[in-house]
């Protein structure tokens, strides 16, 4: 095959598709990723700082745990895990964001 025979066959391939849904899918995937990372980095100062927080505040809160009887505190451990747990499932979720909302104008 010569190479203008070569430059014909490839020439007289068919136009590509207008749009590449596989491709806008990939990329419409990584920016959800980008943005889950996001918000996830976005959320560290603030884990951090509640942190030192209640690190502070350990001393004074272990005398109320210790007088509260044994039942109680696993309980609110595991109901306060699952809050922050909701809490930041929604939050990754987009579920405790603002939403927008644009009128519509006819043309």
Not at 55 to 63: G, K, N, Q
Not at 68 to 84: E, K, N
Request: hydrophobic share 60%; aromatic share 6%.
């Amino acid at each position: 095959m010569t190479p203008e025979q070569k430059l014909a066959a490839l020439l007289a391939v068919e136009e590509p598709p207008r749009r590449d849904f596989v491709f806008e899918a990939g990329v419409a995937e990584r920016i959800a990723r980008r943005r889950a990372w996001l918000a996830v980095a976005a959320l560290l100062p603030w884990m951090l700082v509640s942190g030192c927080v209640l690190w502070a505040l350990a001393p004074l809160l272990e005398p109320l745990f210790a007088a509260l009887p044994g039942l109680v505190s696993p309980i609110a451990l595991v109901l306060g895990l699952t809050a922050v747990a909701g809490g930041a499932a929604m939050r990754l979720a987009g579920l405790g964001q603002r939403r927008v909302r644009v009128a519509a104008t006819p043309k």
